[in-house]
């Protein structure tokens, strides 16, 4: 089931690695399928991820910095990364400089609600081809 279809919209020049958050409130499932960028074509893949109620997962895919975390696992571990597939583009998933296209497919039950919220710097090309 195709639950999210945005238009995010990148203001700046040069590629944007954002920090990602997913939340589920209520309803009685959310699976979690994939993430994907239509505009790129990069996906992230989820291992068929069971979103808790009232539970937000945070991908953040800053350059040094890719990590998934939960904040209300269903374990101690809090880290989830190795809940994020092959064949994903973890290290190359990025929003393309104006308009992208996103889809979550998520499997729900019993009407969840589902957030997909995105944060980034907006980054500029220089002179030289560099973002700054």
Same mark, same amino acid.
């Given at each position: 089931?195709?639950? $999210? *279809?945005a238009l995010v919209n990148n203001p700046g020049s040069a590629l944007a690695?954002?920090?990602? !958050?997913?939340?589920?409130? /209520?309803?009685? %499932? $959310?699976? =979690?399928? !994939?993430?994907?960028?239509?505009? %790129?074509?990069?996906? =992230? +893949?989820?291992?068929?991820? *069971? #979103? !808790? ?7 953040? #895919?800053?350059? &040094? +910095? @890719?990590?998934?975390?939960?904040? @209300?696992?269903?374990? #101690?571990? #809090?880290n989830i990364v190795n809940r994020i597939t092959g064949p994903s583009d973890?290290?190359?998933? $990025? ?9 979550? =497919? ?10 997909? &919220?995105?944060?980034? *710097?907006? @980054? +500029?090309? /220089? *002179?030289?081809?560099? $973002?700054?």
């Amino acid at each position: 089931v195709d639950l $999210a *279809a945005a238009l995010v919209n990148n203001p700046g020049s040069a590629l944007a690695w954002p920090v990602i !958050e997913i939340t589920r409130t /209520g309803g009685t %499932s $959310a699976t =979690l399928t !994939e993430l994907t960028n239509v505009t %790129s074509g990069k996906t =992230l +893949h989820f291992d068929n991820y *069971a #979103l !808790e109620s009232g539970e937000t997962i945070t991908i953040d #895919l800053r350059q &040094n +910095h @890719k990590s998934a975390f939960s904040d @209300k696992p269903p374990t #101690l571990d #809090l880290n989830i990364v190795n809940r994020i597939t092959g064949p994903s583009d973890l290290g190359t998933w $990025a929003l393309q400089p104006g308009g992208n296209q996103l889809r979550l =497919l998520v499997t729900p039950a019993g009407s969840p609600t589902i957030t997909l &919220n995105l944060r980034w *710097a907006i @980054k +500029h090309r /220089g *002179a030289d081809g560099g $973002a700054t």
